[in-house]
T-cell receptor, first 115, second 115 residues
Framework: AQKITQTQPGMFVQEKEAVTLDCTYDTSDQSYGLFWYKQPSSGEMIFLIYQGSYDEQNATEGRYSLNFQKARKSANLVISASQLGDSAMYFCAMRGLYNFNKFYFGSGTKLNVKP | ETGVTQTPRHLVMGMTNKKSLKCEQHLGHNAMYWYKQSAKKPLELMFVYSLEERVENNSVPSRFSPECPNSSHLFLHLHTLQPEDSALYLC??????????????FGPGTRLTVL
């Protein structure tokens, strides 16, 4: 069975500092994809970053990077130089090769950026 | 219009009403999804369509009826809903849903309140 775990229900970070949001996953698939989404209070889920299980390098997208540790089955999101607009819910998600059309989402982490 | 759009953004309905939620994607994708997001619960996948054929129905009550007339449009028809159906309903689309790299892109959601 596929499972995503986000153990931090809420996080605070000071503006301009970096923050790491944790995500661990469980899967028996050899090939899978890991995703992070941001959900502001408006509700829309915004795609941030993707990491493939066979990618040797950690994914980066602007201020977002994914700290992928395959052996530990973790895919933590690192946000550098936090901005007030980064305050939102963040969801980690996974999609396996043999789970057609199924995305598995974690329970989310609410990030608050303090001025 | 770009991306994934949803209408209406907000909907209040009585338990005896019939209404429909509409989703449209302008990304040329072949797969579309309905999710339900209730307060303090993980995202629940409701329906999946690939090339206009329903490929997933996660034990959703029959008072929710999806329709996918073409790969760009997805509807969710609602009738005789219950107050516990109040939630944010998110639509998403992806390229084809067959690869682990397949990224889902979400619409802004419809916030539904059932009185």
């Amino acid at each position: 069975a596929q499972k995503i775990t986000q153990t931090q229900p809420g996080m605070f970070v000071q503006e301009k500092e970096a923050v790491t949001l944790d995500c661990t996953y469980d899967t028996s698939d050899q090939s899978y994809g890991l995703f992070w989404y941001k959900q502001p209070s408006s509700g829309e889920m915004i795609f941030l970053i993707y990491q493939g299980s066979y990618d040797e390098q950690n994914a980066t997208e602007g201020r977002y990077s994914l700290n992928f540790q395959k052996a530990r089955k973790s895919a933590n999101l690192v946000i550098s130089a936090s901005q007030l607009g980064d305050s939102a819910m963040y969801f980690c998600a996974m999609r396996g090769l043999y789970n057609f059309n199924k995305f598995y989402f974690g329970s989310g982490t609410k990030l608050n950026v303090k001025p | 219009e770009t991306g994934v759009t949803q209408t209406p953004r907000h909907l209040v309905m009585g338990m005896t009403n019939k209404k429909s939620l509409k989703c449209e994607q302008h990304l040329g994708h072949n797969a579309m999804y309905w999710y339900k997001q209730s307060a303090k619960k993980p995202l629940e996948l409701m329906f999946v369509y690939s090339l206009e054929e329903r490929v997933e129905n996660n034990s959703v009550p029959s008072r929710f009826s999806p329709e996918c007339p073409n790969s760009s449009h997805l509807f969710l028809h609602l009738h005789t809903l219950q107050p516990e159906d109040s939630a944010l309903y998110l639509c998403a689309s992806s390229q084809d849903g067959t690869e682990s790299t397949d990224t889902q892109y979400f619409g802004p959601g419809t916030r539904l309140t059932v009185l």
